[in-house]
């Protein structure tokens, strides 16, 4: 739903800004119209151009003008108007004052579809790689997720619509404007949305302290989905019934926690490096299972929930931060010939 300056998808970035105890700024009207969405910051708006999203006009601050020039030649050449703004305004306007003083206005995202995911994977004769989000509240988390997606290769990021972090001008920011390459789907039923992946072919893993095998043992090879869970709470019950394997991130220290998009991350690029180990056989795909709702697989006796608890330290827009439960041991060596292939548990 959008108010009278045109923002969509939860409170605007002001009203956020306000609540958290910010100094209130009036916010700007008829910036952004309908179907409309802004891109702040630098780097998201060069991605934004590359990926060749329709673009209406371009924000400026006078006073960084000179050091956004290309920027400005770029829309100037593709006839985009330049528009000046006060930096105190863009920083109402986005939410969040890291815009480095430039924003693109551009038309209103358009979400791809499970068909888009598979159908990219095909293309790039890979099998397909996704990157599931159970409920993130961090935009930080998200946008950092976006890019570690990006930079791992997978196929498509997939997200509820309801009680997630929305993709603000904040998170695309974080991502480093990954978020314009990578095909995002956005699921109302997301436990249903993976039931369908694993029609197609798909493992599920998921992360849990006490796994039996080490995310380094477990295969990650072959059609894949990783699932990340939220903050505090990790993976919820629907979205744990459909996870094939569990694994851990063994840890050292003292502080048994990872940052959920730290630990994200850790999980994609360890399925990276095993898909592109040349001496590893492909994992054998999931088996297509026409009656998926059912039951899920057996945790451990005393598991904790899959996914992601207690807090991080860093800045976050939303207040907060992910982690991921792990125990204190060191990381065993990396022996292909020891890591298992769990085939996803019969559903009834």
Not at 207 to 232: C, F, K, M, N, Q
Not at 255 to 268: D, F, M
Not at 285 to 296: C, K, L, V
Not at 312 to 334: D, I, K, N, Y
């Amino acid at each position: 739903m959008r108010d009278r300056t045109g923002w969509r998808g939860g409170p605007p970035p002001w009203e956020a800004e306000r609540r958290a105890g910010h100094p209130p700024v009036a916010p700007p009207r008829g910036v952004i119209g309908e179907d409309e969405e802004l891109v702040a910051g630098r780097r998201p708006v060069e991605e934004a151009f590359a990926a060749g999203r329709p673009a209406h006009r371009l924000l400026v601050v006078p006073q960084r003008r000179a050091a956004l020039d290309s920027l400005v030649l770029h829309a100037t050449r593709l006839r985009i108007p330049v528009v000046e703004m006060e930096g105190g305004t863009l920083t109402a306007l986005a939410g969040f004052d890291g815009h480095q003083g430039v924003a693109l206005v551009v038309a209103a995202r358009r979400y791809a579809a499970l068909e888009d995911v598979i159908a990219r994977a095909l293309a790039r004769g890979e099998p397909p790689f996704v990157l599931v989000l159970d409920s993130l509240e961090d935009p930080q988390n998200l946008g950092t997720l976006l890019r570690s997606a990006d930079a791992a290769g997978v196929h498509g990021v997939l997200f509820p619509t309801r009680r997630a972090a929305p993709l603000t001008p904040a998170a695309v920011k974080a991502s480093a404007g990954a978020s314009e390459h990578l095909l995002l789907v956005a699921a109302d039923d997301l436990a249903g949305a993976l039931a369908e992946l694993h029609r197609r072919g798909l493992r599920v893993v998921g992360a849990e302290a006490g796994a039996p095998l080490t995310h380094r043992d477990a295969d990650l090879r072959g059609a894949l989905a990783v699932v990340v869970g939220s903050e505090g709470r990790g993976l919820s019950a629907p979205v744990r019934h459909r996870v094939d394997l569990f694994v851990r991130i063994p840890m050292r220290g003292r502080v048994a926690s990872l940052n959920a998009a730290v630990a994200g991350s850790i999980l994609l690029f360890e399925a990276v490096a095993q898909r592109a180990d040349p001496r590893a056989q492909a994992a054998p795909p999931a088996t297509p299972d026409p009656a998926a709702e059912g039951r899920g697989p057996v945790s451990p006796a005393g598991s904790e929930p899959a996914g992601t608890g207690g807090k991080s330290h860093g800045p976050s827009p939303a207040g907060g931060s992910s982690v991921l439960p792990g125990e204190a041991m060191a990381l065993p060596a990396r022996r292909s010939a020891r890591r298992r292939t769990v085939p996803p548990t019969p559903r009834a």
